[in-house]
């Protein structure tokens, strides 16, 4: 069934197949005649038209969707992704993704390479300074990231005073993918906690 569906949907001219080096499989990129339908059904987000895949974001941007199959399956709504953040927020640093999960609005971040200790702790006090979501989840594929970025955020609270450091959670792709929002997560302020435990701590906290 799926594969007669991709099929009409290239007879139509909506999508494509494309080569990735880094894929055993093709992947498949929304035409221009795709984009045009998605806006007249009104759901084009108003993005505009990608004409190729960015390579250079391409492994990024599959984990995040992948992570949002994920979670979105378990529960989380009102998924907004960076290019519709980017659109509302021209110039300004923005999350991977924000999403909801029982009242609780949770910022996206997903690490699968080194940005550097001080790009992570501007970071940090970005998302802890000018919120712009109630709790931030940073996922990483590397698993000794857990341990490298737990002092670095620890390190930003000797330069701001007043920081709420446990709305920052940190967990492992693979937990996440596998376990949803049962995945554990390090936490400097509340320790060792599955994610909903953690989101639970945040909506007491909110209200």
Not at 46 to 75: N, S
């Amino acid at each position: 069934m799926v594969r007669m569906r991709l099929r009409k949907l290239r007879f139509f001219g909506l999508i494509r197949p494309q080569r990735v080096y880094t894929e055993a499989r093709q992947v498949y990129l929304l035409e221009r005649g795709g984009y045009t339908y998605l806006e007249k059904m009104g759901r084009s987000l108003e993005l505009g038209y990608l004409p190729e895949i960015d390579l250079r974001v391409f492994e990024h941007d599959k984990a995040v969707t992948d992570l949002r199959l994920a979670l979105e399956e378990a529960g989380a709504e009102a998924w907004r992704s960076e290019r519709e953040l980017r659109r509302d927020r021209p110039g300004h640093r923005v999350p991977d993704a924000i999403f909801t999960k029982a009242g609780v609005t949770v910022a996206l971040e997903f690490e699968n390479a080194d940005k550097g200790a001080e790009r992570y702790r501007a970071i940090f006090l970005d998302h802890l300074e000018r919120p712009s979501a109630d709790h931030i989840l940073y996922v990483v594929r590397p698993v000794d990231k857990l341990k490298t970025l737990r002092p670095l955020l620890e390190s930003v609270a000797t330069r701001r005073l007043g920081l709420d450091l446990g709305r920052i959670s940190f967990a492992w792709e693979p937990n996440v993918l596998a376990q949803r929002f049962g995945a554990m997560t390090l936490n400097v302020v509340h320790g060792d906690l599955p994610l909903v435990d953690i989101l639970s701590r945040g909506r007491r906290t909110l209200v």
